[in-house]
């Protein structure tokens, strides 16, 4: 049936509707899907020394094998199948990505050589990458506006068990294989390799738990119930050809000469770009670091194929392009978010290393303390971190993003301490404070981006949004702390701590947000019309 996209639902009927008790089962369902993504991710901090000391690697690969190798493609995937959350079953899409992480994270196992390892993780980036599209879209379906920040904030909560869990039992497993099997188990496996088999393996099952949920109605929880795309491979098909190289030249050359012109212009700055970024710190620094040719060439490739990406999308549907990269709104939340994610990733991964370095302590206990702590704090600053941000929401339409603010600036101190302390016990208690803090600000961010976008858009714009959780957090954080630690001789103390200087830019860009948003929160329908979104009815 055709709809009408400028009908606007009762704002009084839209704030007390009831939320299904399926929504709140169905929600459970995507947290333990998304602990599951974590653990599968966050494992490799609690085995990052055994694979340095059995694949003779340094600090700057493990940043990389974590960030960038993981990242680039986590990213660069997310955007065609953030297209396709956007125009197929999003319940299947989740289904078949589960099944090919956990695949791949087991496979992570019979590593027996850095390259090996790279490309299973890279696998698992690509996985991954269907998860939040299909999980915030979903959610975007399940729950009301004043709820959103909330249940958005639950399922981020699988951010931090999983992570946690990820410690403890990859602890647990490592230091269980190695006494059992000193000299190497069956298949001649090491610790860390039982430990991703271990991990991986049960993703398959979840994946048949996942496939029975019912799809909602895409928009009707808004008043703006959406068709279906007929044809949903087709999009996905040529957004693959807008930012997946090579095929960026034949999507380029298809809009035109110009376009072409300027794709491979762009294309060679970015190469340029890395090759001087290698140049200087390959040379400046002292010491030769082999994984610093691959760091900067991966993410020259993957800033190149989001201007794809960006352009593609600027001709083909100009609305969304509108709303997300031409909104400076929108680009200032989730900038100013990233910034957050690039201290928050680099001390969430670097915290294991550096304390089984610096603290004479096992694997187990470890794993026990850092995870646990971990995942409560995560759990308890998303959630209330959540909450505040719909608390403010309600009382200022900037209310979400002075959330951001402080989830950006209140974790500083408390890590300058934690990562200088000689006490073990301080280090864990402050462990759980700074993933406290700097969790509060995800429901926040999250919300707010799906705020600034149509209906229809959020598949695009949760991919958006996790490009600068990814390609300035995840890919350049934990990689910085690796790169900084190696040039002074395994320091993670240093090494962690240098990340702090992305935070006047955070707070630039936060600043900028908290004065742009409530104007685009406003505007978002008659914006979208101002694009070109049609104003009459749709198929």
Not at 3 to 32: E, F, H, M, R
Not at 177 to 189: Q, R
Not at 227 to 256: K, N, Q, W
Not at 494 to 521: E, H
Request: a neutral charge; aromatic letters at 12%; proline letters at 5%.
């Amino acid at each position: 049936m055709n709809q009408d996209v400028t009908a606007k639902p009762d704002p009084v009927d839209q704030a007390n509707q009831p939320v299904p008790a399926y929504s709140w089962y169905a929600l459970g369902v995507l947290v333990i899907v998304y602990v599951l993504n974590f653990i599968d991710r966050q494992i490799l901090s609690i085995l990052a020394n055994d694979i340095k000391a059995d694949l003779g690697v340094d600090d700057a690969y493990l940043g990389f094998l974590y960030g960038t190798a993981f990242a680039i493609f986590y990213a660069l995937f997310g955007i065609p199948l953030g297209k396709l959350a956007d125009s197929w079953k999003r319940v299947r899409l989740m289904t078949l990505g589960l099944a090919v992480w956990s695949a791949m994270t087991a496979a992570s196992g019979f590593a027996r050589d850095a390259g090996t390892l790279t490309v299973a993780r890279i696998g698992v980036g690509v996985g991954e990458a269907t998860a939040s599209p299909s999980a915030y879209s979903l959610i975007s379906d399940w729950f009301p506006a004043r709820l959103r920040a909330t249940a958005l904030a639950i399922y981020s909560s699988g951010l931090y068990i999983g992570g946690g869990v990820s410690l403890a039992l990859g602890g647990l497993v490592v230091d269980n294989w190695n006494a059992a099997y000193p000299d190497g188990g069956p298949l001649n496996l090491a610790g860390w390799q039982a430990a991703f088999i271990v991990v991986g393996l049960p993703g398959l099952l979840l994946a048949i738990w996942v496939f029975s949920l019912r799809e909602p109605v895409r928009g009707a929880m808004d008043g703006l119930p959406t068709p279906g795309d007929p044809h949903p491979f087709r999009s996905f098909v040529r957004e693959l050809y807008t930012v997946i190289p090579p095929f960026t030249f034949v999507g380029a050359a298809m809009r035109g000469g110009r376009a072409l012109i300027l794709n491979i212009v762009v294309l060679l700055l970015a190469f340029l770009v890395a090759y001087s970024l290698t140049e200087v710190l390959q040379s400046g620094g002292g010491l030769i670091i082999p994984w610093i040719t691959d760091q900067w060439t991966l993410l020259a490739v993957g800033y190149y194929a989001v201007f794809c990406w960006a352009s593609a999308l600027r001709q083909r549907d100009y609305p969304t392009f509108a709303l997300t990269w031409g909104s400076p709104a929108f680009l200032c939340t989730i900038l100013g978010y990233g910034t957050v994610a690039f201290m928050a990733y680099s001390a969430s991964y670097w915290g294991a290393p550096y304390a089984e370095r610096v603290f004479d302590v096992s694997k187990g206990e470890l794993g026990f303390w850092l995870g646990g702590g971990g995942a409560a704090g995560g759990f308890l600053g998303v959630i209330l971190g959540g909450r505040m941000a719909d608390y403010l929401f309600t009382r200022t339409s900037a209310g979400r993003i002075w959330v951001i603010l402080f989830g950006l600036l209140s974790p500083i101190p408390f890590a300058v301490v934690q990562y200088t302390t000689d006490s073990f016990t301080l280090f864990i208690i402050l462990n759980v404070v700074v993933g406290a803090l700097a969790a509060s600000a995800l429901g926040a961010a999250a919300a707010s981006s799906q705020a600034l976008v149509l209906p229809r858009m959020r598949g695009v714009a949760t991919a958006t949004f996790f490009l600068a959780t990814t390609l300035v957090g995840l890919a350049l954080g934990p990689y910085t702390a690796g790169y900084v630690s190696a040039q002074n001789d395994g320091n993670l103390s240093i090494g962690v701590l240098s990340t702090l200087w992305i935070t006047p830019f955070g707070l630039g860009l936060l600043i900028a947000a908290i004065r742009l948003v409530p104007k685009a929160n406003a505007t978002v329908l008659d914006r979208a019309i101002l694009a070109g979104e049609p104003s009459g009815p749709t198929g």
